[in-house]
């Protein structure tokens, strides 16, 4: 009887290990190497995308937004994309306006910065699909081009008089002296405020 019953408890214990203690010392490992596995692919993805511009066919060869400042020529350090998107988070949280900055080292196969502009922004849907609120401010390095493109809803207030003044009094003469986080900071500012 005694023996029969170290038997029996015997094998309850094995039993309790193999179902319930044995699966946690091989799953929660095995879980935490496949989330690891998939945080390293992610951040090789994002990388890949910051340098290499992943393309979406759409309309055009646009590249796949990063987020409210996807920087493709790598103009801006980390701490100024914080700063931007800061700007730009507090100004559309506090209005639902939807603001983009966008640099890029190419608008092929566009021949002209005005038209890649407007289909990136209709691509990406920049502002709110009924207000048509949304501003892109677009710019390449590399081929020395600024455009900043307004929907519908933004144009009534953000005039191609009032958006061009900016750019050519405030963005341009910093992008000159090589300051482009100064130009593209004062611009969006400048912007908002007359955007309020």
């Known amino acids: 009887m005694k023996k029969a019953l170290i038997i029996v408890g015997s094998i309850g214990i094995l039993y309790v290990f193999l179902a319930f203690i044995l699966p946690n010392f091989i799953a929660v490992p095995l879980a935490a190497y496949q989330a690891k596995k998939v945080w390293t692919e992610h951040e090789k993805e994002y990388s890949e995308t910051k340098s290499s511009e992943l393309v979406l066919d759409s ?84 081929l020395r081009e600024l455009r900043i493109t307004t929907g519908f809803g933004t144009e009534k207030i953000l005039t191609d008089e009032k958006c061009k003044k900016v750019i050519d009094e405030t963005i341009i003469p910093e992008f000159k002296n090589g300051e482009y986080f100064d130009g593209i900071k004062i611009g969006l500012s400048e912007l908002i405020e007359l955007w309020e």
């Open 59 to 142: 309309i055009g060869n646009f590249p796949f937004p990063i987020g409210s400042v996807s920087d493709y020529e790598n103009v801006f350090n980390d701490n100024q994309i914080s700063k931007l998107t800061k700007i730009i988070a507090q100004y559309e949280e506090k209005t639902t306006r939807e603001i983009a900055i966008v640099s890029v080292h190419s608008i092929e196969p566009y021949d002209n910065i005005k038209d890649y502009s407007t289909d990136l922004a209709n691509e990406w849907g920049i502002g709110n699909p009924e207000s048509d609120n949304g501003l892109l401010i677009l710019f390449s390095k590399n």
